[in-house]
């Protein structure tokens, strides 16, 4: 019985730190695929504004609330919360989620880069 319990200990802490692992991964893949497509146009770094916003805390912000920085009337009006599943919808087809916004980006069509991205995002805080 002791042995059963500590062989389930075991099994968690090791599913916990897999996870944890792939996390990180995924963080790092979704940083790669950032400066690919998305650097040209944002940084990740408050206050510094390019093209795009900063996108530094970006998830689970408001729209259209970045300092210092001329948002189109469109995102102005947009009125939505940056959260994950919203952030996916956006880089997906940002035109179709905001119509008449000036973010110039046909859209990230993989799910699986999506995911990356929107991980890569959560750890600028
Ligand atoms: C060609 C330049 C360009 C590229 C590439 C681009 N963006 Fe943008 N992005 C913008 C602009 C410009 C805005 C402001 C839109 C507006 O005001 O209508 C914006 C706005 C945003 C916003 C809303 C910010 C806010 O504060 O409401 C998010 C989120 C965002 N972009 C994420 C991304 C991500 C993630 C990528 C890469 C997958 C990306 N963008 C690629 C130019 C770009």
């Given at each position: 019985?002791r042995?059963?319990h500590?062989?389930?200990?075991v099994a968690?802490l090791w599913a916990a ?6 996390a ?11 400066k ?5 146009c944002?940084?990740?770094?408050p206050?510094k504004n390019?093209?795009g ?9 408001k729209s259209?609330?970045?300092?210092g920085f ?5 995102m102005?009006k ?7 599943a919203?952030?996916?919808?956006y880089?997906?087809?940002?035109k ?6 000036k973010?110039i ?5 993989k ?9 890569y995002?959560?750890?600028?805080g």
């Amino acid at each position: 019985m002791r042995n059963f319990h500590i062989g389930v200990t075991v099994a968690v802490l090791w599913a916990a730190s897999s996870q944890g692992v792939l996390a990180q991964d995924q963080a790092k893949e979704g940083e790669a695929i950032f400066k690919r497509t998305c650097a040209v146009c944002h940084t990740t770094e408050p206050g510094k504004n390019k093209i795009g916003p900063s996108l530094a805390g970006i998830v689970g912000s408001k729209s259209a609330e970045v300092p210092g920085f001329s948002f189109s009337d469109a995102m102005k009006k947009a009125g939505l919360t940056w959260d994950e599943a919203t952030l996916d919808k956006y880089i997906t087809d940002p035109k179709a989620v905001v119509p008449g916004n000036k973010m110039i980006f046909a859209g990230l069509k993989k799910p699986e880069e999506r995911a990356a991205v929107i991980d890569y995002l959560k750890t600028q805080g």
